[in-house]
Structure formats: structure tokens, C-alpha cells
């Protein structure tokens, strides 16, 4: 009766974890990286750049509105020392770069969750421009939450770009690149109807701007990255969700 109970336990917890949920026509390729996929997220991390080349998460109406939670940092225990990160080496970043420590899976998202101390792993992390990380980014991340409160499952993606030099960690020990800016691919299915909005967002950022400002095609965005968003989407529907704009832009509360 024991052993009957406990497989009961372990098929219910794996049920509410199947592999690949947090991605929507399967994860990003395109990129070699090591993938790693935990119940709120999947990443791939960049051995050379020490940053997930993408991030892919399902924000639910189950996943939101829970406490306000802390900022621990810790290096990913998953990840080769080194191939990411560790805490120390953002010591004096701010001050020097003026960048914040950016989750590219917001901590908001996800406090709700047993496992939200996870996406403090340094390799949920990025350095992000004070102005950019808590103006039209987070902005942006409080409009994918708002989505989700007016009743409407929502799949993002989300990674960095290099298209510039944007500086060093100054108390890193180890090779870096920061990014010079972000993507974020915001993907709605509803029965298999699909629509989507990407945008591109760069560290010079002003706090002020207007994220609705930025939006791209995915089209742009994996043309930029070398990813392919949703890989498994049908080809017939790749020409209206990844080469327009404004799929959710309305959804997203941009007019």
C-alpha cells in the first residue's frame, strides 16, 4: 500500500511537469549551448559569452501574484564553474557600469512558485542598464503579467544580443561578453491559433522609453540571433505570426 501510494505521489508531481512545457513549438535551435530545463524554464547557456543565449517560460494565472521575494544570488549548481558566473563578479558593477542584475525570467513571474529561488541562478542573469532593466523592460514584463490576469496563458522568449562592445564585469575573473542589448518574443495559442510580438531593446535605453516602441518581427529577431523562435510552428503560419508586427500588440496594451 506504501510503494502504491508513493508512485501515486511521483506520476501526480510529474504530471504537473512534462518536459518541454515551457517552450510552445518546441524550444529555440539554432545556437550550441548546454540546455537546461527546470519546471519554470528552460535555458541555454553559452560556455563562451557565461549568458543563456535564450530563455523560454509559460507565465500562468498559477505562476503569478505571489509574495514579494528575495534576491540570493548563487551560481547555477547545474553549470561547469567555468562556463557561467559567480556572485563576486558583479562586485562594483553597478557603480562602475551602472548596470543591475537583470532576470531574463522576471522573479515577478514565477513568485507564486515553489521553485522561484531558481531563476536567481546566475545563469538566469544578465547585466542590464539601470534605465533599460527598470523602465521599458520591466514594463514590458508587467504587461505579460497583466495578459495573464485578464485570463490568457502567455509563452516568452527571451535572450541578449551582441551587436556592439558594451563593456566588462570590473570584478569579473573570467572572460565575458555583456550583451548590448535584449529580445523578448511574447507567443499566445489558443487552440492553435497563434499570435505573437517580438521586441528589441537596447542597453542605451532611456528610462522613459515606451516599449511598445521597440517591436519587431521574430523574422528580425532570428535573424539577429540565429535562433528559430518556434521550430516546430507550421510552415503556413510562419508568414503571419514571425514576419508581422503586432500580433499582441493590443493585448499588450500598446495602441
Known amino acids: ?11 501526480s ?28 524554464y528552460t535555458l541555454s547557456n ?18 503569478i501574484d505571489g509574495p514579494t521575494r528575495s534576491r540570493y544570488w548563487k551560481a547555477d549548481p547545474d553549470l561547469d ?29 514565477f513568485s507564486n512558485t515553489d521553485d522561484w529561488a531558481m531563476l536567481n541562478y546566475l545563469s538566469n542573469i544578465t547585466p542590464q542598464s539601470s534605465t533599460l532593466n ?39 575573473d573570467e572572460t565575458h561578453t555583456i550583451p548590448s542589448g535584449y529580445f523578448k518574443v511574447v507567443i499566445t495559442d489558443v487552440n492553435g491559433w497563434v ?23 521574430i523574422d528580425e529577431v532570428e535573424e539577429l540571433t540565429g535562433l528559430d523562435i518556434m521550430p516546430s510552428l507550421a510552415s503556413y503560419k510562419e508568414g503571419s505570426v514571425e514576419g508581422q508586427i503586432g500580433g499582441l500588440t493590443a493585448s499588450l496594451g500598446c495602441s
Open 134 to 172: 527598470q523602465g521599458p523592460w520591466v514594463d514590458l514584463e508587467s504587461a505579460v503579467r497583466t495578459m495573464v490576469s485578464d485570463g490568457q496563458d502567455v509563452y516568452v522568449v527571451s535572450g541578449p544580443l551582441y551587436e556592439s562592445t558594451f563593456g566588462t564585469l570590473p570584478g569579473a
Open 46 to 63: 553559452n560556455a563562451t559569452t557565461k549568458f543563456a543565449d535564450w530563455v523560454a517560460y509559460n507565465v500562468t494565472s498559477e505562476t
Open 1 to 11: 500500500m506504501k510503494l502504491k501510494t508513493t508512485t501515486l505521489i511521483i506520476a
Open 81 to 109: 564553474s567555468d562556463d557561467t558566473l559567480e556572485p563576486d563578479d558583479y562586485t562594483d558593477a553597478n557603480a562602475i557600469l551602472t548596470t543591475d542584475r537583470g532576470h531574463q525570467v522576471p522573479l515577478a513571474s
Open 195 to 217: 499570435e505573437a510580438s517580438a521586441f528589441i531593446m537596447e542597453q542605451s535605453a532611456a528610462r522613459a522609453d515606451e516599449f511598445c516602441s521597440t517591436e519587431v518581427t
Open 13 to 40: 508531481l510529474w504530471s504537473s511537469f512534462s518536459l518541454g512545457a515551457n517552450c510552445v513549438y518546441d524550444c529555440p535551435t539554432g545556437l550550441s549551448g548546454q540546455e537546461i530545463e527546470r519546471s519554470i
